[in-house]
T-cell receptor, first 116, second 113 residues
Framework: GAGVSQSPSNKVTEKGKDVELRCDPI?????LYWYRQSLGQGLEFLIY????????KSGLPSDRFSAERTGGSVSTLTIQRTQQEDSAVYLCASSLGLAGLVDEQYFGPGTRLTVT | GNSVTQMEGPVTLSEEAFLTINCTYTATGYPSLFWYVQYPGEGLQLLLK???ADDKGSNKGFEATYRKETTSFHLEKGSVQVSDSAVYFCALSATSSNYQLIWGAGTKLIIKP
């Protein structure tokens, strides 16, 4: 079946502009995650959704970052007034959302954001 | 806090060589441990996992054993192939928040024919 998809695959934007990154999870997956991967570094957790609610937003780097999820499916990560340090690959993952169990996360291909 | 430390790369080996990529962790309680792989141009994929001490995860000829006494989860393969060239990430899922994965920095593996 279809995996996690993300769009756009690449985004180049000017400093100060807003960007929206989209994630389509695997059908039936109730949990959705956003991560950021900077060059040469591991993944940084940003936010987690269970259904449409986000019980953990602790990883969002600043109030310029926000995310929403509608219909328990598609999620959008928005970065306002982008800065050069926001340049990274933004990864989305989804999982079944099984409480209390180790829940395998399936990753999308990522969106490479470059802020000039 | 929880953390994962991996050996720095790149690691360059010849085909059919033995591979070890070291991973150690710091965590409270009893985390689950994972190895993910990212092939060139592709998304992250789960390679193997172990959910309790002394468990051995295995897949595609790779193995890793959850060693609580040494807080390690080293990745091994007996005979690597060119197609194993990728970036390998060690990660843990803490018992306090089993959805949030804590990641190592990744180790780039280059296999030469």
């Amino acid at each position: 079946g279809a995996g996690v998809s993300q769009s756009p695959s690449n985004k180049v934007t000017e400093k100060g502009k807003d960007v929206e990154l989209r994630c389509d999870p695997i059908s039936g997956h109730t949990a959705l995650y956003w991560y950021r991967q900077s060059l040469g570094q591991g993944l940084e957790f940003l936010i987690y959704f269970q259904g449409n609610s986000a019980p953990d937003k602790s990883g969002l780097p600043s109030d310029r970052f926000s995310a929403e999820r509608t219909g328990g499916s598609v999620s959008t990560l928005t970065i306002q007034r982008t800065q050069q340090e926001d340049s990274a690959v933004y990864l989305c993952a989804s999982s079944l959302g099984l409480a209390g169990l180790v829940d395998e996360q399936y990753f999308g291909p990522g969106t490479r954001l470059t802020v000039t | 806090g929880n953390s994962v430390t991996q050996m720095e790369g790149p690691v360059t080996l010849s085909e059919e060589a033995f591979l070890t990529i070291n991973c150690t962790y710091t965590a409270t309680g009893y985390p689950s441990l994972f190895w993910y792989v990212q092939y060139p141009g592709e998304g992250l994929q789960l390679l193997l996992k172990a959910t309790k001490a002394d468990d051995k995860g295995s897949n595609k000829g790779f193995e890793a054993t959850y060693r609580k006494e040494t807080t390690s989860f080293h990745l091994e393969k007996g005979s690597v192939q060119v197609s194993d060239s990728a970036v390998y990430f060690c990660a843990l899922s803490a018992t306090s928040s089993n959805y949030q994965l804590i990641w190592g920095a990744g180790t780039k593996l280059i296999i030469k024919p």
